[in-house]
Nanobody, 128 residues
């Protein structure tokens, strides 16, 4: 059974930083693409980032336009955990952040945010 457990969310002031974690189990970590999508009230789902398993090379990472340059996604294959470090947080970064996986692995489909499984989410609130 695929399980994704997010942590690290919270309340932070604008300009601050957070690191989100996604602990994964129930699948072969390196076979899947693992990502973050966020959902804010009244807004459409937004792709934040993706990484290909434990491959931390830049060519296997994707960032949504709104977070590019302010965020770093990386993973620890030994711990089956993926992380998202976000800096320079803005109020518009507020939302529920979900860890997601795509069992097809890395590919052009990550841009659309398609996924097979999703965690329960962690709330990020950025105050102005």
């Amino acid at each position: 059974e695929v399980q994704l457990v997010e942590s690290g969310g919270g309340l932070v002031q604008a300009g601050g930083s957070l690191t989100l974690s996604c602990a994964a189990s129930g699948f072969i970590f390196d076979d899947y693409a693992i990502g973050w999508i966020r959902q804010a009230p009244g807004k459409e789902r937004e792709v934040v980032s993706w990484i290909s398993g434990s491959d931390n090379s830049d060519g296997r990472k994707y960032y949504g336009q709104s977070v590019k340059g302010r965020s770093t996604v990386f993973s620890d294959g030994a711990k089956n955990t993926m992380y998202l470090q976000m800096n320079g947080l803005k109020p518009e970064d507020t939302g529920v952040y979900y860890c997601v996986v795509n069992s097809r692995g890395w590919g052009p489909w990550v841009v659309s945010g398609n996924h097979d499984y999703r965690g329960q989410g962690t709330q990020v609130t950025v105050s102005s």
